[in-house]
């Protein structure tokens, strides 16, 4: 339940999260916020979809931050690349990475980025999530081996940065929210943050 009549104060923003992605796109609102790590599991539970994933990391992000600040409005993100129902992480090393995009080559891979916004003081706690298709070209090994050397894309969920030369390995992206396939989708972020009681303007 979020609270109905947001306090005008100026309430402090933190950013449940590690990731500079992130931090760089918050950023792009001009308010001030902290960063705190969320320190939570992120291991897949039995049979949970990606979506479900990301969305449950997304919550306990937020809320393991705001157990610190309960005054604040704190905000937390989770991006898991989902391949036919199967979830992708980050692949954290260049085999793994190689494994992953070979996977995901000719394929529609969704990418499911969740958002919540909690803040403990006023009971507020909304999710949001931005799924995005990704349509990626039936790469050779020789391209995928050129790319990871390239660019080492290996904390990125499906081992590929599309603001960077990772968009060179897609024919389409189609997305509602421009900024979620990086990790943290603005337009819901600033829906979330104005219901928080947050002034963007």
Known sequence: MHSSSPSPTRRAVVLGSTSRY?????????????VAAPDVDETP???ESPRDLALRLALAK????????????????DQVADLNGVPLGKPGTHERAVAQLRQMRGQTVVF?????????????????????????????????????????????AGSAKSEGLGISLLDAID??????????????????????????L
């Open 45 to 47: 539970q039995p049979g």
């Open 62 to 77: 937020a809320q393991a931050v705001a157990a610190r600040f309960p005054q604040a409005v704190v905000i937390g993100s």
């Open 175 to 200: 997305s509602d929210d421009p900024t979620a396939l990086i990790g943290l989708p603005l337009i819901r972020t600033c829906q979330l943050l104005r219901a928080a009681g947050v002034r963007l």
């Open 22 to 34: 992130r931090r760089e796109l918050l950023q792009r609102l001009q308010i001030p916020f902290e």
């Open 112 to 156: 499911q980025t969740a958002l919540s916004v909690v803040c403990l003081e006023t009971g507020f706690a909304q999710s949001a999530l931005a799924p995005v298709r990704v349509q990626f070209r039936d790469l050779d090994d020789a391209e995928i081996e050129a790319y990871l050397l390239a660019e080492q894309p290996y904390d990125c």
